[in-house]
């Protein structure tokens, strides 16, 4: 198990921005695919964003295509979420998690730890 922290949700305007941050310890979160998921009340966990190890290749669901950016630390042991022209469909309790290297990264099956959550609530 590695262990990952969220940081960064808050309460926002619409069309204002936040930058999440996910930390993990240890060495093997460094060849760690790491994705970032979020959860709507009483809806099911869906894929918002994903990069692989080397921060070479990033994944996105349409719906945040060019407002969101995912990336990865200098030390790649921090996975970030930066936000932008946040609507209030983007409200939600948002995760990170590290996934098996090779698997697909935009299942949540593929991800076998997780941190806690850190709510984004965006007003309209």
């Known amino acids: 198990q590695v262990p990952l922290v969220e940081s960064g949700g808050g309460l926002v305007q619409a069309g204002g921005s936040l930058r999440l941050s996910c930390a993990a310890s240890?060495?093997?979160?460094?060849?760690?695919?790491m994705g970032w998921f979020l959860q709507a009340p009483g809806k099911e966990r869906e894929f918002v964003a994903a990069?692989?190890?080397?921060?070479?290749?990033?994944y996105y669901v349409d719906s945040v295509k060019g407002r969101f950016t995912i990336s990865r630390g200098n030390a790649k042991n921090t996975v970030y979420l930066q936000m932008d022209s946040l609507t209030s469909e983007d409200t939600a309790v948002y995760y990170c998690?590290?996934?098996?290297?090779?698997?697909?990264?935009?299942?949540?099956?593929?991800?076998?730890?997780w941190g806690q959550g850190t709510q984004v609530t965006v007003s309209s």
């Open positions: 240890g060495r093997t979160f460094l060849n760690y695919p």
């Open positions: 998690a590290a996934a098996l290297p090779g698997s697909a990264l935009t299942i949540s099956d593929s991800y076998k730890n």
């Open positions: 990069i692989n190890w080397s921060g070479g290749t990033t």
